[in-house]
């Protein structure tokens, strides 16, 4: 399913968006949606506990829920980069971007990659209008197997300038919306 000019507002999906599998409990989508800004994909996915099955309000409900979600993280980047500075990833950020190469333009040390040109030390608000979603992955499990959490969002954020050479920040989001930070992806 395509959704190219939506926000998470206006997204449209549908029960026969999910490919079901009762014999595993499983029922799984794929969405584009317009989060920060920005275009990506989102996989959705629900898994119910053993020998329970789908029908389409079951399925429907899910659909309300999975939505409820992704309009906490399109309304929430603040609470999601307040998590990216307390694990430090701006520090990490100028780690990675000293290791590119120094040169001297109007004076000023600065560090180029590519055709990125960094200034150092990057600040909060450079940092935070870097920040982008390469992907979601958002899953509910009814089971409960994954850090003793029924919601869990999967998601791999990027900047612009690329801070981290390619490398993604990987970050988590439980039950309750706690965040964790889990490092670098890539």
Same mark, same amino acid.
């Given at each position: &399913?395509?959704?190219?000019?939506?926000?998470?507002?206006?997204?449209?999906?549908?029960? !026969?968006?999910? !490919? %079901?599998?009762?014999?595993?409990?499983?029922?799984?989508?794929?969405?584009?949606? =317009? @989060?920060?800004?920005?275009?990506?994909?989102?996989?959705?996915? @629900?898994?119910?506990?053993? !020998?329970? @099955?789908?029908?389409?309000?079951?399925?429907?409900?899910?659909?309300?829920? #999975?939505?409820?979600?992704?309009? $906490?993280? =399109?309304?929430?980047?603040?609470?999601? #980069?307040?998590?990216?500075?307390?694990?430090?990833? @701006?520090?990490?950020?100028?780690? $990675?971007?000293?290791?590119? !190469? =120094?040169?001297?333009?109007?004076?000023?040390? %600065? *560090?180029?990659?590519?055709?990125?040109?960094?200034?150092?030390?990057?600040?909060?608000?450079?940092?935070?209008?870097?920040?982008?979603?390469?992907?979601? +992955?958002?899953?509910?499990?009814?089971?409960?197997?994954?850090?003793?959490?029924?919601? &869990?969002?999967?998601?791999?954020?990027?900047?612009?300038?690329?801070?981290?050479?390619?490398?993604? &920040?990987?970050?988590?989001?439980?039950?309750? *919306?706690?965040?964790?930070?889990? +490092?670098?992806?890539?």
């Amino acid at each position: &399913m395509k959704s190219m000019d939506k926000k998470v507002e206006g997204l449209s999906i549908k029960v !026969e968006d999910f !490919e %079901v599998s009762n014999n595993i409990s499983l029922a799984k989508c794929s969405v584009d949606v =317009e @989060i920060w800004n920005n275009y990506i994909p989102i996989s959705l996915e @629900i898994e119910l506990k053993d !020998e329970d @099955i789908f029908d389409n309000t079951k399925i429907e409900n899910y659909i309300k829920e #999975f939505k409820k979600h992704l309009l $906490w993280i =399109e309304n929430n980047k603040k609470a999601i #980069f307040d998590a990216l500075i307390k694990d430090d990833m @701006i520090q990490l950020a100028e780690e $990675w971007v000293e290791s590119s !190469e =120094e040169t001297i333009i109007d004076g000023k040390k %600065v *560090y180029v990659d590519g055709e990125h040109i960094f200034k150092l030390p990057i600040s909060e608000e450079d940092f935070y209008k870097s920040l982008y979603f390469n992907s979601i +992955g958002l899953r509910i499990d009814e089971n409960k197997e994954i850090a003793d959490s029924r919601i &869990m969002i999967e998601a791999f954020i990027d900047t612009n300038p690329d801070y981290f050479a390619g490398h993604s &920040m990987d970050v988590t989001v439980w039950d309750d *919306y706690r965040i964790s930070v889990d +490092g670098l992806a890539g």
